[in-house]
RNA sequence: GGGGCCGUCGUCUAGCAUGGAUUAGGAUACAUGCCUGGGGCGCAUGCGAUCCUGGGUUCAAAUCCCAGCGGCCCCA
């Protein structure tokens, strides 16, 4: 038995099976800086999937990418106070260009407000100028002193960061939500992973913002993972980057702006939530390779019969534009085949041996269930299309069924504390809207409010903590 | 923020308690040649280790001590 597949079970130890799984399936591996990861081929080739299916969205709605520089002067970031202070215990610094101090230094992004908004402060003069709707993918910098974990929370982080300014309140309202729910879209149709939508609490809140908008999705372990945000910066920012347009009315007018992200996390929140013992389980819409084919050529038979079959199937699937690797190495077996391409989570496998091509048939395998079928070779095509559909399905539904079992609508704080700790999960609960309650809530517990959802709810009873009267229902959880 | 564990060929690991003789051992991976092939197939040969880094203790350090770097886990 050699190592080389997952030696823990996810049930068994979650985090360590994490790991475990990221690595031997290849997706990332540590480089030598504490809390940075390199991004391998095959977590690359999902994050280029996600990147192909938000840009098509975002383009569809007027939104253009661009890119700006990582090195923000320390003045710019200063300019809005509760931003500063929210960023700036992890913000990294470059303090010299070769061996001679800066005058200013300068910081590596954690995030490009400031540097953008300097920009669009030139750029908007007239009513006319707006809307800007730009996005940028781009790595950010922040230098989390907490523990990092690969993908989850890591020092240095691939995104995209979407910035949008308007004339209007109302404007920008809208395309907070618009984008919210393209994410939401992204999230549930495509990784398969369902989504709470809501609104944080001051406390969560983007620095700098009016408000912020988020996704949280739940993890096997019990524990919540903010999969996206969507801010409302109201005229916190052109306020003090003095972003100014003459209106139609003549007047001028301060704009009104929205930023907005997702982050290569959500790589980390497919491994969690769809993974299994052997290895990956990607769902087929951001699955870089959707079907692997196996020739098995038994001594005796004719290899080159097999090799050939496999090779027209190969050919039939790329016209319907899927990925196909045809493994027809020599030097692995049939059974490691099947193991390798299982811990890389490809979703649908055909095998293709002396016993298919005598009865003219094909042995498919789906990778979320295991189960094997046997259909005739003029079918398979059809049915690996028919299989993919039904896996992306089916790995939502699960997961669906996963998040509704891990939500728990408590009354009091005991029971609250009880369901906590025996089984994790979304709290929904009772809150009186006191910052005070949630922050004595966190550190008595470590739970925190994730969102207060749009779906609102009537308080079934008083404030889960001080017992006063409650304003709505709020999800706790705790937390990556 | 608090606590704990860990670092030895590419990878997983034995050795460390009780310092010295294992030539730092094994497995796996890798290379070559055979053999195979429907669930990580087998045989042979070969290649492969600054024992994380720096200091200290000692006649002697992979082993003991200190610091740093890096990783993991738990609690809040």
Not at 19 to 46: F, N, Q, W
Not at 113 to 138: G, H
Not at 176 to 204: C, F, Q
Not at 450 to 458: A, D, N, T
Request: with cysteine.
């Amino acid at each position: 038995m050699s190592d080389t597949g997952i030696t823990t079970k996810k049930r068994v130890d979650f985090s360590e099976w994490y790991t475990e799984t990221v690595l031997k399936s290849e997706l990332a591996d540590y480089a030598p800086v504490k809390g940075c990861m390199i991004i391998r081929e095959h977590a690359y080739a999902i994050w280029e999937k996600i990147q192909e299916i938000f840009n098509k969205k975002i383009k569809a709605t007027g939104h253009k990418n661009v890119y700006f520089p990582m090195f923000i002067p320390e003045g710019f970031l200063k300019k809005e106070a509760e931003h500063f202070e929210g960023f700036v215990p992890e913000v990294a610094w470059v303090t010299e260009g070769g061996s001679s101090p800066l005058e200013e230094k300068l910081a590596i992004r954690p995030t490009s407000e400031t540097i953008m908004y300097d920009a669009f402060a030139k750029w908007v003069r007239s009513w006319r100028d707006l809307p800007i709707k730009i996005n940028q993918w781009c790595n950010i910098v922040r230098w989390e002193t907490k523990a990092t974990k690969l993908f989850l929370r890591t020092r240095e982080f691939l995104w995209q960061e979407g910035h949008t300014v308007h004339a209007t309140s109302e404007e920008a309202e809208k395309e907070v939500m618009d984008i919210l729910l393209e994410y939401k879209d992204l999230m549930e149709k495509y990784l398969a992973i369902p989504v709470l939508i809501g609104v944080k609490t001051d406390s969560e809140k983007f620095a700098g913002a009016l408000y912020t908008t988020a996704l949280e999705a739940m993890m096997p372990d019990g524990k919540a993972l903010q999969m996206g945000t969507s801010h409302n910066l109201g005229q916190n920012f052109g306020k003090v980057f003095d972003i100014k347009f003459i209106g139609e009315d003549k007047q001028d007018h301060y704009v009104w702006q929205t930023s907005w992200g997702i982050t290569t996390r959500l790589i980390g929140a497919v491994v969690m939530v769809h993974g299994d013992d052997k290895g990956l389980v990607l769902p087929p819409k951001i699955a870089p390779v959707h079907v692997v084919i196996v020739p098995i050529p038994y001594k005796g038979t004719d290899p080159e019969a097999i090799k050939a079959k496999a090779r027209e199937i190969e050919a039939k699937l790329k016209e319907k534009n899927l990925a196909v690797v045809l493994d027809d190495r020599e030097e692995y077996t049939p059974g490691w085949k099947f193991n390798h391409w299982e811990l890389k989570g490809v979703p649908v496998r055909i095998e293709i041996g002396p016993r298919d091509l005598k009865q003219k048939q094909v042995t498919l395998a789906r990778r979320d269930t295991g189960v094997k079928c046997v259909v005739k070779e003029d079918d398979a095509v059809s049915t690996v299309e028919t299989l993919l559909e039904e896996i992306q399905h089916n790995l939502y539904a699960k997961a669906r069924i996963a998040l509704e079992e891990k939500t728990t609508t408590v009354k009091s704080y005991d029971e609250f504390k009880k369901v906590l700790s025996e089984k994790g999960g979304f709290l929904k609960a009772s809150w009186c809207g006191s910052g005070k309650c949630e922050e004595k809530v966190k550190e008595e517990t470590g739970a925190t409010i994730r969102l207060r959802p749009f779906e609102k709810e009537e308080p079934i009873a008083g404030c889960v903590y001080c017992g006063e009267k409650a304003v709505e229902m709020v999800y706790f959880a705790r937390s990556y």
